[in-house]
């Protein structure tokens, strides 16, 4: 396991490694290419090194030994330790080890604040951090991507390693192995730092960072920019991803993987890397266009009803794009809705290219015909086949509930399961709870609290609800549990689903109305089950 995190670590710092010799040769008075190769190799072999053994993929005590890295660096053997509970391992957080303290083992502190005035009885590992240090390490001394404050009395007793990091106060650590920084691109570490932090919190942006809400800002202006000069481009795509979303997401992938191969090949042929740069433009350009054309899609069903209005693109861009903001936020969540939007965008506008080129082709040669066949294939023509539908008919009462009153509706609904299973000391047992509740009440309202508050109703095809019709209720109470597992997906659906259908919806075959608030109180809609309420005459 250590020597697959170490390939994939060596992937990561190549780069790294072999373009600081440039900045070696310079500094050096008689060049030495070969020395200093071998010292940048040598920088990331320690590097590589001290991040497998704190590693946040945690390697198994039992393949911690590799008497590889023992002899080959005796200083190295000297400060492995055992892993265990005593190594604090802090993402996204505040660590402070005051003057006169130490630790049982190493600090690795990854996308966060630290200072350090004590002592680390192990490594000091900081990626994608800011931190100052003035306390003694008994181990390595590794920086990534960090601002790192070093004060006077700060030492090392192993190495000293700062791969793109803003180092300052060098000169004030005093270190018993070997110094190695590879430093070359200290004007990127803010986004070599926010892009870290970033990744080991398992989302694409983060609420705190500065040069994230920048570049989104900048990317925002230039969907804009998109929507001011293209506007039919993204009402065309919209329309695609209505009615194709499925197979808008597998064309993405598919664009994705070709591009990938194509790539592959381009490399290996060594003349092809010419073309490289033009395939990532060209992918980036498809990438701009379907995200934006994701968000407007996304916007359009939030604000439907300022359609026609001249401000309607830059409304429907803006709110879909704060909305994917939002999700990029959640940790998880944000890396699946990340390569959701991405695949999805790629697949559309990939798409809605194709069926433009299909369009402003020129139709095939129809061959000749006689008058007489002609009339006869008119008359063919004017009377189409029409093959019954498959689907059952609907009887919808009331227009479909947008995105924004369902979500409200939830959002009620949990609060009131909340705050009464708190009261119980159950929240453990919410999941069950709100699938019984949701039975419950769609047995005797047709509704939860949520949806009666904002004048929602659940109703079946043939316009009737679900009050006494328990099979139906169940079906669909046990149907939305399926929409929640993966990550509230079959609840966003309703977003690009073009009849405002979640997956709960179509199998449970029921659809979610917005009623009349004076017409729900003066004529309720029909029960599906029992009899009618209407005595008939009497004779």
């Known amino acids: 396991m250590k020597q697959f995190v170490r390939s994939v670590l060596t992937c990561l710092l190549a780069c790294l490694a072999f373009t600081n010799v440039q900045a070696e040769l310079a500094t050096i008075a008689r060049p030495n290419s070969i020395d200093a190769v071998f010292r940048s190799l040598r920088g990331a072999q320690l590097v590589i090194g001290t991040l497998a053994q704190h590693s946040w993929l945690r390697i198994q005590a039992a393949d911690s030994e590799d008497p590889e890295i023992d002899d080959e660096h005796p200083a190295k053997k000297r400060h492995l330790h055992g892993k265990g509970s005593a190594d604090a391992i802090v993402t996204g957080a505040s660590y402070r080890l005051k003057a006169g303290e130490s630790t ?131 009402v065309g795509t919209e329309t695609v991803i209505r009615d194709r979303p499925g197979p808008s997401l597998l064309i993405g992938l598919a664009v994705i993987l070709g591009a990938t191969v194509l790539s592959f090949l381009l490399a290996i042929t060594v003349i092809g890397i010419i073309a490289l740069p033009f395939l990532a433009l060209a992918l980036f350009i498809l990438n701009i266009f379907g995200c934006t054309s994701v968000c407007y899609a996304i916007g359009k069903r939030i604000a439907p009803q300022v359609a026609g209005r001249s401000y309607a693109v830059y409304l429907w861009i803006t709110s879909g794009t704060v909305l994917v903001w939002v999700l990029y936020c959640i940790p998880v969540i944000g890396f699946i809705a990340a390569g959701v939007v991405s695949l999805l965008g790629i697949g559309t506008f990939s798409i809605y290219l194709l069926d433009r080129y299909r369009s402003n082709a020129p139709p095939p040669l129809l061959p000749t015909t006689a008058p007489g066949e002609a009339e006869n294939s008119a008359a063919v023509r004017s009377t189409p086949l029409t093959l019954p539908s498959v689907r059952p008919a609907m009887n919808i009462s009331a227009p479909k509930a947008q995105f924004l009153p369902r979500l409200f509706a939830s959002i009620i609904d949990l609060a009131v399961l909340y705050a009464m299973l708190s009261s119980l000391h159950l929240t453990h047992a919410i999941i069950p709870v709100w699938v019984l509740y949701r039975f419950g009440m769609f047995a005797w309202k047709s509704s939860t609290l949520g949806q009666i508050v904002l004048n929602l109703q659940v109703q079946k095809r043939d316009g009737t609800s679900l009050v006494a019709d328990y099979s139906g209720a169940l079906i669909r109470a046990l149907s939305s549990l399926l929409s929640l597992i993966p990550l509230g997906l079959g609840f966003i659906w309703i977003l690009f689903n073009r009849d405002l259908e979640a997956w709960h919806d179509k199998i449970s075959e029921t659809y979610v109305v917005q009623l009349n608030p004076s017409a729900t109180r003066s004529t309720p809609p029909p029960s599906s089950a029992g009899p009618s309420a209407t005595p008939p005459p009497a004779m």
Not at 114 to 142: P, R
Not at 163 to 191: C, F, H, I, M, W
Request: aromatic share 6%; charged share 10%.
């Open 104 to 234: 049982n083992g190493a600090v690795v502190l990854i996308g966060g604040n630290g200072q350090v005035d004590g002592t680390v009885n192990g490594d000091l590992v900081l990626i994608g951090s800011k931190a100052s240090f003035s306390g003694t390490v008994n181990g390595d001394l590794v920086t990534v991507g960090s601002n790192l404050t070093i004060l006077s009395g700060a030492v090392a007793n192993g190495d000293y390693v700062s791969v793109a990091s803003d180092v300052k106060g060098e000169q004030e650590l005093t270190t018993n192995g070997e110094r190695v920084t590879l430093n070359t691109y200290s004007p990127v570490v803010p986004v070599f730092k926010e892009t870290l932090a970033n990744i080991v919190q398992l989302r694409p942006m983060s609420p705190s960072s500065i040069f994230g809400w920048m570049w989104a800002i900048i990317m925002l202006i230039v969907s804009l920019v998109l929507g001011l000069i293209f506007p039919k481009v993204f």
